[in-house]
């Protein structure tokens, strides 16, 4: 590659990342079609190498395309319909959930409700996850929860209170791997626990109302 | 003697028994295709073998459109087994059951130390610059100031006074003479133009507001429907022979108003030309 082009290369990635890192709209994430119009037609191209150097910094460039299952070689009409993302690549500890804003039951709360939904086809009762939900978290929580994730952009409800799973699951969960994991077995699950580290803090005496 | 099937049937009970079993079969995939019954409720070799066996059978137009109902539904509940397989087959899939027995089974930090295997959150900056501050400073010494962005017009206080009849006149809002007496006026010109040159007590519409020019014209047209309004003169209007006449009245009548209807008249620039080479229409 010659220096003139790295040079070339080198401000489209400062571009990109300025795009992808701070909000443009009310919504995170940009539209193919605005790196486009910013970077030019090989945008896909700076993005792969955006993805590189964020690679060391546990990062990456998540694409979610329009159509619900991903395509295997995109084309340049889908990239810029689809919507990208920079998102954490490996995943977080419990401890810094926290940082980021998370209780541990309002996660776990999350993680059943998305888990459940994936698993009654993309559409579940809104009472119905209401009632799982509430066998392990306090009945006032339950609504306040759900509301939250419908406005954090986690699931989407509509008007015969039927909930979906809305664009940030999308972004941000692996729901292939969510299911596996919740599915895997006892022995696996019970191996996996003995390699991790005995120092969470425990969060559920916190189930009272502030 | 009616030809007899082997089970001894004769042709029009065979119709009668095959009709009645498509229907069945009908109405059961319609209650597949509406999701209230399992598609694989349905034995589809059954099926075809009902089909196929009144098959013969049909000789008329809505029994062989039965047999085509027939068919197509069971196509529809064949794509329906096809896409629960499908579904049911992909990764994702899983036994609701199943999962919900999972869940119960595992406490808050399992699940969410599951969760968090999968979750990757979208990382975001909010942060202010030195460039972004230099562009508001910017903006702010360019932005007008409210008190000048929402100032008021100028708008000179003019004294009250009083207009003259002159004035107004000068400015189009009144004519040179009082409404009512430009009304008295044109009625008493209708009784006279009627006395002469109409026939019974009428004349024909175009006859009386037709002027030299068609300015002229439409403004007698205007006074006319006033005449007609305030029950100096009345209409009356022939349909079949499309023909209008106005009859002056010896006085204004008030009993006019208690049936008030509405005559649009079409008075077009055309119209009153022809009417002044004389092709009355």
């Known amino acids: 590659m010659s220096s003139k082009r790295k040079g070339t290369y080198a401000a489209k990635m400062k571009r990109a990342t300025h795009i992808l890192f701070y909000r443009r709209h009310q919504k995170p994430g940009v539209r193919g079609w605005e790196l486009h119009k910013a970077l030019g037609s090989d945008y896909p191209k700076v993005l792969d190498v955006l993805d590189d150097f964020l690679k060391p910094l546990d990062l990456q460039v998540k694409t979610v395309f329009q159509q619900e299952n991903a395509p295997e070689k995109p084309t340049l009409d889908e990239l810029d319909k689809a919507r990208f993302y920079v998102t954490l690549r490996g995943d977080l500890q419990p401890k810094e959930t926290k940082m980021i804003g998370w209780r541990i039951d309002d996660l776990a709360g999350l993680a059943i409700t998305i888990s459940y939904i994936i698993s009654k086809k993309g559409q579940a009762a809104r009472r119905d996850v209401e009632e799982l939900l509430g066998e392990k978290i306090p009945g006032w929580k339950i609504g306040l929860n759900i509301d939250r994730y419908v406005r954090y952009g986690y699931l989407q409800q509509d008007d015969n209170e039927q909930l979906y799973l809305d664009w940030r699951t999308r972004a941000e969960v692996d729901e292939k791997a969510l299911i596996d994991l919740l599915l895997r077995s006892e022995e696996e699950r019970a191996a996996a626990e003995s390699s991790e580290p005995q120092d969470e803090e425990t969060d559920e005496e916190s189930d009272q109302p502030n | ?281």
């Open chain 2, 1 to 281: 003697m009616q030809a007899q099937n082997p089970k001894g049937q004769t042709r029009k009970e065979t119709k009668k028994l095959g009709k009645d079993r498509l229907e069945r079969v009908i109405d059961m995939m319609k209650g597949i295709e509406g999701h209230t019954v399992d598609p694989f409720l349905l034995n589809v070799d059954e099926i075809i073998r009902i089909i196929q066996e009144y098959f013969p059978t049909w000789d008329q137009p809505e029994e062989l459109t039965l047999d085509a109902e027939a068919i197509h539904h069971l196509a529809s509940v064949i794509k329906l087994q096809s896409e629960w397989v499908k579904q049911r087959s992909t990764s994702l899939y899983t036994d609701p059951f199943l999962l919900e027995e999972k869940i119960t089974q595992k406490n808050k930090r399992e699940i969410t130390q599951i969760f968090l295997q999968a979750w990757h959150p979208i990382v975001e900056q909010e942060q202010i610059t030195l460039r972004s501050l230099a562009d508001a400073l910017r903006y702010w010494d360019a932005l007008v100031p409210l008190r000048e962005r929402w100032e008021q017009p100028a708008v000179t206080e003019i004294p009250i006074g009083i207009a003259t009849r002159e004035e107004l006149a000068d400015q189009s809002i009144l004519r040179d003479e009082a409404f009512s007496a430009e009304l008295e006026r044109y009625w008493s010109a209708l009784q006279t133009k009627t006395q002469t040159e109409g026939k019974d007590g009428k004349l024909h519409y175009m006859d009386w507001v037709s002027a030299d020019t068609y300015e002229e014209t439409v403004h007698r047209a205007y006074i006319t429907s006033f005449l007609v309004t305030y029950g100096y003169a009345t209409l009356e209007v022939i349909p079949l022979e499309e023909e209008i006449f106005v009859m002056p009245l010896q006085e204004p009548s008030a009993k006019l108003h208690r049936q008030a209807v509405s005559v649009p008249i079409t008075l077009s620039f055309e119209s009153w030309q022809k009417w002044k080479r004389g092709e009355k229409e």
